[in-house]
C-alpha cells in the first residue's frame, strides 16, 4: 500500500469530488429553455448529449447554454426566451412564434441534456456552429466551446478555430445520428476533454 503525504496541499491531487460549488439548479433554469426553435418549424434540428465530469461520470446538476444563428448566418435580437407578466412577475414561456436563438437547459438525473433548434448558417468565415456556455459544479468559472455540426466537409476543413486545434477537432463536431439528430458530449477533464474557448 503506498502512503501519500498529506501534510501539503500540494500533495494531494484534486478529484471531481472535492466540488464545493457553485450550484446552478436554482433559478436558472426555466421551463422551455430546450425548446429554441418555433413550434413546428420544419428545419429544426435536436442537439444532446451528456456533461461528463474528469472521471467520466454524468452529471446531474450542469446546466448548459446555447447560442445560435439562424438558418441564414443572422444572429437573432429578438427578445422573448424569458418573458415575464409585467403585471404578476410570473413566467410566460416562450411565445412559441420568434426564433431567439438562446436557450438554458438543466442536464438531468442522468447527465443527459438536449435542446430543439434551427440550424445555424454560416457567419464570419466560420463553419455554422453554435456557441456553448457550460455552468456546473466546481466550475468557479464557466466555460466556453463550440458545436459543429457536420454536413459540410468543406466548410469544416476550412474553419479557422478547428484548423488551430488540430487532432482535438474531434470534441468540437457533433455526431450525426440522423433524422435531424445530433449527439455532442461536453468533456470536462481527462481522456477526450472538449476543447474550451478563453475570451479576452
Sequence with gaps: MTKIDTSSPGNVLP?????????????LPFRGGEDIAPLGHPDTVTVHGYVYDGEGTPLPDALVELWGADPDGNVSTTDGSIRRDPATGDYLGRNGVEFTGWGRIQTDTNGHWYARTLRPGARGGSAPYLSVCVFARGLLVHLFTRIYLPGDDAALAADPLLTRVGERRDTLIAADEGRGTYRFDIRLQGEGETVFLEFQ
Design 15 to 27: 478529484t471531481p469530488s472535492h466540488t464545493v460549488g457553485p450550484f446552478y439548479g436554482y433559478a
